[in-house]
């Protein structure tokens, strides 16, 4: 077998393969025919502790819990507590 010849068949062979690959890869990304997606319906919450934030890429619910302190008040109680007997927290609780 000459080998001029069989690297020819092979090129070819190789050539078809990558343009069909190409061809492929051209039609199923120009020629679209997906159907369009139907999202759910949601119902509305209209309970006091949920929060809806709707952006153009997502949408958020937040759900609070009832009698939920939060954990920045938490904190601050903490230090509130512990100086209760500076002269600064005396004047606050004259001015109440």
Partial sequence: MDP???????????????????????????????????????????????????TTYSKTTIVHRENFVPFSTRFLNLFRSTNESSPESEKHEEEK
Avoid: C, Q
């Fill in 4 to 54: 001029v010849m069989w690297n020819r068949r092979a090129s070819l062979i190789y050539a078809v393969g990558v343009w069909t690959l190409f061809g492929y890869a051209y039609y199923k990304y120009t020629y679209r025919d997906d159907l369009p997606v139907e999202m759910p319906v949601e119902e509305e919450d209209n309970r006091p502790n949920v929060k809806k934030y709707v």
